[in-house]
């Protein structure tokens, strides 16, 4: 399965990782990020990141910097925003995926689903 970095206030990183490890996934958990290399140090399949409450950076920027580095550039980013204004911003980064809060947690292996190459998938029934 996938290796997915979380970037997000406490609560919600929980859930995430929960949810996400429930799943099959492997997690690392970052309350903020003060450079772009502790990312890049990772070099996850997936992150989610949270817009605000971070160190120096906006989430849009970490992920306008990231898609700029060919090293970092596959990564699969989702963003979450309280803020339904803010979703064309993501978009405008390159982010790969804008999740809403409150979110459903029946979205996120759904979502995962769709992020994650099928060669990333194991299949428990093989």
Do not use: C, W
Request: hydrophobic content about 45%; charged content about 25%; cysteine-free.
């Amino acid at each position: 399965m996938a290796h997915v970095l979380i970037i997000e206030t406490t609560e919600i990183a929980a859930v995430l990782d929960f949810l996400l490890k429930e799943d099959g996934h492997t997690t690392t958990i970052f309350d903020a990020v003060n450079d772009i290399r502790h990312v890049a140090a990772i070099i996850p399949d997936v992150m989610f990141i949270h817009e605000r409450n971070l160190v120096g950076f906006s989430g849009s920027e970490i992920v306008r910097q990231l898609k700029s580095f060919e090293s970092t550039k596959n990564i699969k980013t989702v963003l979450l925003s309280t803020s339904p204004d803010i979703k064309q911003q993501f978009m405008d980064a390159r982010a790969d995926a804008y999740l809403p809060k409150p979110f459903d947690i029946d979205q996120i292996p759904l979502l995962m689903r769709r992020l994650v190459p099928a060669s990333k998938v194991i299949d428990p029934l093989i």
